[in-house]
């Protein structure tokens, strides 16, 4: 627990002055920063070739912090989390107090809410959301572990965390869509 707690307080560091750091995650190894710093934000899309129109995901500790970030959670979403056995991330309509260009055009969010203990403690001490999104350039072939991470992506971050580098990762995450009309759709199993 040490060592964890020395890497959150690292990461803690870079994320308050608007860096962007590479960590293990619950799914595979991500890209992250603070979700309402909109510049650090920008920072992910650049070092990820990616369109701002293709949306991140942010990672929360519990369903309060989500609570704090999503409008309205629509109740369905707290029975498919409970009883979810692998990470999901589920998009929210109506997202708030996150940095703008995270938000979707059709104003949705995916948010997922961390198991990880890594994770958990770095974002309960941020005291708000942290940018999750896979460590590689859009269109390459996600890592399936820390050493095919790419040397462009580890010279992009301002710090890569050192845990679980020998780890192989799992899949990436589940995805469901819950609109606030009721209606739930599968992006991703």
């Given amino acids: 627990m040490e060592r964890i707690d020395q890497e959150v307080r690292n990461c803690l560091e870079i994320i308050k002055k608007g860096g962007i750091i590479l960590y293990p995650t619950d799914t595979v190894w991500g890209i992250g920063c603070d979700a309402t710093n909109a510049e650090a934000v920008d920072r992910v899309y650049k070092l990820k070739k990616r369109e701002e129109s293709k ?4 990672l929360v500790s519990n369903f309060k ?3 704090q970030y999503v409008e309205d959670v629509p109740e369905t979403a707290y029975d498919i989390l409970k009883y979810a ?3 999901t991330t589920v998009i929210y309509d109506k997202p708030i107090r996150i940095a703008e260009n995270l938000v979707s055009d059709d104003d949705s969010l995916g948010i ?4 990880d203990t890594f994770c958990s403690e770095l974002i309960k001490k941020m005291k708000r959301p942290l940018v999750s999104t896979s460590a590689n350039v ?3 072939p996600t890592p399936q572990s820390f050493d095919q991470i790419t040397p462009q992506i580890l010279k992009g971050v301002d710090y890569v965390v050192n845990l679980q580098r020998s780890k192989k990762s799992p899949r990436p995450s589940a995805i469901i869509k819950l609109s606030n009309n009721g209606q739930v759709k599968v992006i991703r199993k």
């Fill in 55 to 58: 949306a991140l995901i942010c």
């Fill in 85 to 87: 056995k692998k990470p």
């Fill in 138 to 140: 859009s269109g390459q």
């Fill in 112 to 115: 997922r809410v961390v198991r």
């Fill in 65 to 67: 912090m989500l609570e």
